[in-house]
């Protein structure tokens, strides 16, 4: 069983938090203000053909309310076990998934490589809607992010082809037609993703 | 109570089948560990209309495809450096453990029959592979940093893996591999792979592949 580990070569290493347990290893950084935080995080199961690289916000709005977002890369065995890219949308209590077919691992890993340049767009985003100060860019990357914009093109190009062929689902697992496709772009942490040239 | 009621039972009633004394003993010659009656059927019954999650066999003309599925364990180990806990994984033996408990002691004619190979078992390989580790209560870490540091202890808790997770998949003891002498010796592996009629399969690619690495 081969595990995939990319986020720490391309995050700041001082910010990273490593954690094994018995069945996992996780890598992961997070940045927390007041009632705001971002993470990004990557998952590999030991014992199971199981991974993940999330990026997921929350924002404590008031008693009871937290507006949360999360867009991941990941496969596992169990449930929609073909590798995709997922995005929760609490406030439309919407999950929207994109297949990432007939990969092979060269390819799923330019994909993962390319989530990974696309987050600092999303991150960016966060930055500025919450009046953050801090250079978030510096906080999570190195400077080797930058050499992955073939992989951030490469992926768009998978979304598209399965934006072609039925593979942006919904939770029920029915394809999304076009205009629901241009209804998402509203969601910001996803328009990134949808951002491909035809 | 009207007539339309549905009567629905606490618990899930208990039938009684009638088998003869040869065949309840054929279903004991079968059992996994401590496995009832109950579990054993219920096993058989899974594996007939493939639904068993585990390893599964599927004769295709001359040739036998062997799926397996992946298990794992972790196992706690001393040795005369240090004590670990080892997670490992390693594909499920159980269907192999079957057939040849099977033909041990009384012929299973129909299962050999279905996986028929001249009549002669399928082979099979553990692929046991260490995924993770640490040192007594110590923090969980990468295998390949005592495999770097410390190659023939590192093999040395593969070996000691392999011959548990035999054991247990088989119900086997193997007195041969005790002290860690005897686990670098292939002699040994080679007389209890072949008194207990293990796939020598599993033999050159589990355990002399690895200790011709360790010997170059």
Same mark, same amino acid.
């Given at each position: 069983?081969?595990?995939?580990?990319?986020?720490?070569?391309?995050?700041?290493?001082?910010?990273?938090?490593?954690?094994?347990?018995?069945?996992?290893?996780?890598?992961?950084?997070?940045?927390?203000?007041?009632?705001?935080?971002?993470?990004?995080?990557?998952?590999?199961?030991?014992?199971?053909?199981?991974?993940?690289?999330?990026?997921?916000?929350?924002?404590?709005?008031?008693?009871?309310?937290?507006?949360?977002?999360?867009?991941?890369?990941?496969?596992?065995?169990?449930?929609?076990?073909?590798?995709?890219?997922?995005?929760?949308?609490?406030?439309?209590?919407?999950?929207?998934?994109?297949?990432?077919?007939?990969?092979?691992?060269?390819?799923?890993?330019?994909?993962?490589?390319?989530?990974?340049?696309?987050?600092?767009?999303?991150?960016?985003?966060?930055?500025?809607? &919450? @009046? =953050?100060? /801090? +250079?978030?860019?510096?906080?999570?990357?190195? !400077?080797? #992010?930058?050499? *992955?914009?073939? $992989?951030?093109?490469?992926?768009?190009?998978?979304?598209?082809?399965?934006?072609?062929? &039925? @593979? =942006?689902? /919904? +939770?029920?697992?029915?394809?999304?037609?076009? !205009?629901? #496709?241009?209804? *998402?772009?509203? $969601?910001?942490?996803?328009?990134?993703?949808?951002?491909?040239?035809? | 109570?009207?007539?339309?009621?549905?009567?629905?039972?606490?618990?899930?009633?208990?039938?009684?089948?009638?088998?003869?004394?040869?065949?309840?003993?054929?279903?004991?010659?079968?059992?996994?560990?401590?496995?009832?009656?109950?579990?054993?059927?219920?096993?058989?019954?899974?594996?007939?209309?493939?639904?068993?999650?585990?390893?599964?066999?599927?004769?295709?003309?001359?040739?036998?495809?062997?799926?397996?599925?992946?298990?794992?364990?972790?196992?706690?180990?001393?040795?005369?450096?240090?004590?670990?806990?080892?997670?490992?994984?390693?594909?499920?033996?159980?269907?192999?453990?079957?057939?040849?408990?099977?033909?041990?002691?009384?012929?299973?004619?129909?299962?050999?029959?279905?996986?028929?190979?001249?009549?002669?078992?399928?082979?099979?390989?553990?692929?046991?592979?260490?995924?993770?580790?640490?040192?007594?209560?110590?923090?969980?870490?990468?295998?390949?940093?005592?495999?770097?540091?410390?190659?023939?202890?590192?093999?040395?808790?593969?070996?000691?893996?392999?011959?548990?997770?035999?054991?247990?998949?088989?119900?086997?003891?193997?007195?041969?591999?005790?002290?860690?002498?005897?686990?670098?010796?292939?002699?040994?592996?080679?007389?209890?792979?072949?008194?207990?009629?293990?796939?020598?399969?599993?033999?050159?690619?589990?355990?002399?592949?690895?200790?011709?690495?360790?010997?170059?």
């Amino acid at each position: 069983m081969s595990h995939i580990y990319i986020l720490p070569y391309y995050t700041n290493i001082e910010n990273l938090r490593e954690s094994r347990s018995e069945r996992e290893h996780n890598s992961s950084i997070k940045f927390s203000l007041g009632y705001f935080h971002i993470e990004l995080s990557e998952t590999n199961s030991l014992l199971e053909d199981k991974y993940s690289l999330n990026l997921h916000s929350a924002k404590y709005l008031m008693e009871g309310i937290t507006e949360q977002k999360e867009a991941m890369i990941h496969h596992h065995p169990k449930g929609h076990n073909w590798k995709h890219l997922q995005f929760k949308i609490k406030s439309r209590n919407e999950v929207i998934r994109i297949k990432l077919d007939a990969l092979d691992d060269e390819d799923y890993q330019k994909c993962i490589k390319g989530f990974l340049h696309i987050s600092q767009k999303v991150i960016q985003y966060e930055k500025e809607t &919450n @009046g =953050i100060e /801090d +250079d978030l860019q510096r906080y999570f990357f190195n !400077s080797k #992010i930058k050499q *992955l914009e073939g $992989e951030e093109r490469f992926l768009l190009k998978q979304i598209y082809l399965a934006s072609k062929s &039925n @593979g =942006i689902l /919904d +939770d029920s697992g029915n394809p999304l037609d076009r !205009s629901r #496709i241009e209804d *998402l772009k509203i $969601e910001k942490h996803m328009l990134p993703f949808l951002n491909w040239d035809e | 109570m009207s007539k339309n009621t549905i009567k629905v039972s606490s618990k899930e009633k208990a039938t009684s089948i009638r088998l003869t004394e040869r065949t309840k003993r054929m279903l004991d010659s079968i059992a996994i560990g401590k496995e009832t009656h109950e579990q054993i059927v219920s096993r058989l019954i899974n594996i007939c209309i493939g639904t068993d999650p585990s390893t599964s066999i599927s004769p295709k003309g001359n040739v036998i495809i062997t799926k397996y599925e992946k298990a794992n364990k972790t196992i706690s180990i001393e040795t005369g450096k240090n004590t670990y806990s080892v997670v490992c994984t390693y594909n499920d033996l159980s269907i192999f453990s079957t057939i040849r408990n099977g033909i041990g002691t009384i012929p299973h004619k129909q299962l050999m029959a279905y996986i028929s190979n001249n009549g002669v078992a399928p082979e099979w390989e553990a692929d046991v592979e260490i995924v993770n580790m640490r040192k007594a209560n110590g923090n969980w870490e990468q295998p390949s940093h005592l495999m770097n540091k410390d190659k023939k202890e590192y093999l040395l808790l593969y070996l000691v893996s392999l011959k548990h997770i035999l054991e247990d998949s088989f119900h086997i003891s193997i007195p041969e591999l005790t002290s860690e002498d005897d686990y670098f010796d292939l002699g040994n592996w080679e007389k209890a792979y072949k008194r207990y009629g293990l796939s020598m399969e599993s033999f050159h690619s589990d355990v002399e592949k690895k200790l011709r690495v360790k010997n170059s």
